[in-house]
């Protein structure tokens, strides 16, 4: 799943790309992914692209419709990408409909110098959402985010106000987007292994010196993963990831910083009912290095002791 450096740098080259660009053509080859109809996406046509900004993990495409005025006011085209979506960018957008409903096409816009990009999704578990609206906070993802964790007033003490009081797994609270936006399954084990912190660490019992640590392990791994996702084509992106990760997706490998087996841990996914990994394993995994974690533990997984039960 893209979270926010992905999306930071799908923004930042979709704003390079397309800004001051007049929307020529927009198809929607899944209709279920669209969320709303006030204004219809054709509305789209004809107006041209303002900017492209993140919130959390959706990217708000902001555009000018009518004489160029602004009289109207901008429109916003939101688009959360969910766990199987991505942006594919064309210089030259295939000049064909995309099929109705087949294929990983869910949303065709171009522009009129003939470039323009695809939101695709792949697998059957269809969760990528689009809309259109006139107030960014009309779509309720984006109006329940919680703040960026790269804006200047989130400091240390705007973080532990975040967590005071929350008698729940660390894991679960750094990437609930109503408490912090943008941070999802990956980047929170990036976190956790860089603070050395348990991921079922429970938010409320960190000592401040816990807290502290925290704070700069995740300022320090957001930071870098912006940089790193930063100017970088969409083709490019997936793999800047996935290269960037020291625990997540890398079960079973040497941690680079102690030399243990990194280990994965699967857990009931209630933040993503639709994921591809539920249906084949009955959750997500998240990893984490026993001896950097845990003091050498090995964690149950969820589902299975549960199961045995
Ligand atoms: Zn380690």
């Not at 900017?51 to 939101?78: C, Q």
């Not at 912190?197 to 019992?205: C, D, E, Q």
Request: hydrophobic fraction near 40%; proline fraction near 6%; charge should be positive.
């Amino acid at each position: 799943m893209p979270e926010m450096p992905e999306v930071q740098g799908l923004v930042e080259f979709l704003g390079g790309r397309v800004t001051a660009r007049t929307v020529q053509r927009v198809h929607a080859a899944a209709v279920a992914a669209v969320k709303t109809y006030d204004p219809p996406l054709t509305a789209l046509t004809g107006t041209r692209v303002t900017g492209a900004t993140r919130r959390g993990k959706f990217i708000d495409l902001a555009v000018e419709p009518g004489d160029g005025t602004g009289e109207d006011g901008d429109l916003h085209l939101i688009m959360h990408l969910a766990k199987a979506g991505w942006l594919r960018w064309y210089e030259t957008l295939p000049a064909r409909t995309p099929a109705l409903g087949r294929g990983p096409v869910a949303l065709r816009v171009g522009f009129d110098d003939g470039s323009g990009f695809d939101l695709t999704e792949a697998g059957t578990a269809k969760s990528l959402a689009v809309y259109l609206v006139r107030d960014p906070g009309e779509v309720p993802g984006v109006a329940r985010l919680g703040p960026d964790p790269l804006s200047a007033d989130f400091d240390r003490d705007a973080f532990a106000d975040l967590l005071a009081g929350r008698r729940t797994q660390i894991k679960g609270v750094l990437r609930d987007q109503s408490v912090i936006a943008g941070i999802g399954n990956a980047y929170s084990d990036e976190i956790l292994h860089a603070a050395r912190m348990s991921p079922y660490a429970l938010a409320s019992s960190l000592t401040p010196a816990e807290v502290d640590g925290l704070y700069a392990a995740l300022r320090d791994t957001v930071t870098e993963a912006v940089a790193a996702a930063s100017r970088r084509p969409p083709a490019e992106l997936k793999d800047a990831k996935r290269r960037g990760m020291r625990v997540h997706g890398r079960q079973g490998q040497e941690c680079s910083v102690c030399g243990d087996t990194v280990r994965s841990v699967y857990f009931a996914d209630k933040s993503n009912s639709s994921d591809i990994a539920r249906q084949s394993r009955g959750g997500s995994s998240m990893e984490y290095c026993p001896t950097c974690q845990t003091k050498g533990k090995i964690l149950a997984d969820r589902l299975r002791s549960r199961f045995l039960k």
